[in-house]
């Protein structure tokens, strides 16, 4: 059909713009998966890979399995996901982008993973010595396998990071066919892959890495400090999601898996009674805490009229739209590294709040920390599946959705339009 798109019979020229739309969605999916890396949250896997190219050398047989191997971890778990989102949704669970942080129990689990890889890389112990010689060997005996393994790990702790590429894209997959919706979320992976691949396949990008030496040694012990950073930002995340008393909790218990950890590498009977005891204080520690783990938070009420934001409902927003109140709604949530961003920078800006002021705009925060089925489906009204969004209501007008990477000036001129 090479007819206008208004022309009868309209169906194949609906057909064209719906296939233009999926191929932009899988192009941007490309795209935002290379722009993933840049971000924080990859850069600790960022390191263990690198140390994995060095380890190789010359080797370029190896290098080309590896990453192979690392890219097949990649796109098979963001294919994962995006099949247990599809899945879940078609059952009719409100879910989006981002669901699996939004557990407690998967952000304790990844800051136990993050914490023992930091104590490994800083030399606290050998998997060797801690563990049964056919366990701690398979690192050795299944190096594809421990390559693979690295790519799941990426995507467990970097998928939330791709909403600011993917917001618009992702939430137009989520209303396709399976097939199609599975094909953007595997662009995604592919494009996050992209790079170690070509540098594993291309020798001539591997000439900036010195050879292997005394120096690896020295980099792998600075590499456990971005893992423990990340064990940081896990924490506070479980802080955001279930108080104080979860916070302390999961300190305590990744104390105790260090404490066991360091056991393990004693010799002769001090290591089976002090690793008992810790097995023991960790046990006790499990009863009497763990719910501290499971509980949400208390949620955040106004403490007074002259509070900047307030926490945000359907009801609250339809309240004050219907009061003649302009509305701005901040959909975050704390694993988000980006929300926290904006936060910090635009949305906390003296000049953007006057603005906000000045044209009496109400100010709500949607926090998506932990699951809420009732922002799950205010965002897949405005066509998105995961945070940040932002978006400006007004009454009689249409939503404004602002764009993830959130600046002052976009702001000001979203404001200038009411």
């Given at each position: 059909c090479t007819a206008p798109c208004w022309c009868m019979p309209a169906w194949p020229c609906w057909r064209r713009r719906s296939a233009a739309t999926w191929l932009l969605a899988v192009l941007g999916g490309l795209v935002g998966g290379l722009l993933l890396n840049l971000m924080p949250c990859v850069f600790p896997v960022l390191a263990i890979k690198v140390m994995g190219f060095a380890r190789h050398g010359a080797d370029t047989a190896a290098q080309r399995r590896h990453g192979l191997a690392y890219a097949a971890g990649v796109v098979l778990s963001f294919l994962a996901l995006g099949g247990v989102l599809l899945g879940?949704?078609?059952?009719?669970?409100?879910?989006?982008?981002?669901?699996?942080?939004?557990?407690?129990?998967?952000?304790?689990?990844?800051?136990?993973?993050?914490?023992?890889?930091?104590?490994?890389?800083?030399g606290v112990f050998?998997?060797?010595?801690?563990?049964?010689?056919?366990?701690?060997?398979?690192?050795?005996?299944?190096?594809?396998?421990?390559?693979?393994?690295?790519?799941?790990?990426?995507?467990?702790?970097?998928?939330?990071?791709?909403?600011?590429?993917?917001?618009?894209?992702?939430?137009?997959?989520?209303?396709?066919?399976?097939?199609?919706?599975?094909?953007?979320?595997?662009?995604?992976?592919?494009?996050?892959?992209?790079?170690?691949?070509?540098?594993?396949?291309?020798?001539?990008?591997?000439?900036?890495?010195?050879r292997p030496g005394a120096w690896m040694d020295t980099f792998r012990r600075a590499m456990a400090f971005p893992m423990f950073a990340t064990v940081i930002w896990l924490v506070w995340v479980i802080g955001q999601q279930t108080g104080i008393d979860g916070a302390a909790t999961l300190l305590a218990l990744l104390l105790c898996l260090a404490a066991l950890a360091w056991t393990l590498t004693l010799r002769g009977r001090t290591r089976a009674v002090l690793a008992l005891l810790v097995l023991a204080l960790a046990g006790w520690l499990a009863h009497s805490l763990g719910r501290n783990l499971l509980e949400p938070a208390p949620v955040a009420t106004a403490t007074s009229a002259r509070d900047t934001w307030q926490p945000w409902s359907p009801d609250a927003q339809a309240a004050l739209l219907a009061a003649g109140r302009p509305v701005f709604v901040d959909y975050t949530a704390a694993w988000c590294v980006t929300c926290q961003v904006n936060k910090r920078t635009t949305l906390a800006d003296a000049e953007v709040l006057a603005d906000f002021a000045r044209r009496n705009v109400a100010l709500l925060r949607a926090d998506w920390t932990r699951r809420d089925p009732a922002i799950t489906q205010a965002l897949a009204a405005l066509g998105r599946n995961g945070v940040p969004v932002y978006v400006l209501l007004a009454p009689g007008q249409p939503p404004v959705v602002l764009t993830e990477l959130l600046s002052r000036q976009e702001v000001h001129a979203a404001l200038a339009q009411l």
């Open positions: 879940l949704r078609a059952a009719g669970e409100q879910l989006g982008w981002g669901f699996q942080l939004q557990s407690p129990a998967v952000v304790a689990a990844l800051a136990a993973l993050f914490t023992l890889i930091g104590l490994n890389l800083a050998e998997f060797g010595h801690v563990l049964p010689s056919r366990v701690a060997n398979l690192h050795a005996r299944h190096p594809l396998g421990d390559a693979f393994l690295s790519g799941v790990v990426a995507v467990a702790i970097a998928s939330p990071c791709t909403a600011p590429f993917m917001g618009a894209s992702l939430g137009f997959a989520v209303g396709l066919p399976a097939v199609q919706a599975l094909s953007v979320f595997a662009a995604l992976g592919v494009g996050m892959a992209l790079p170690y691949v070509l540098v594993s396949w291309v020798p001539a990008l591997l000439r900036w890495l010195p």
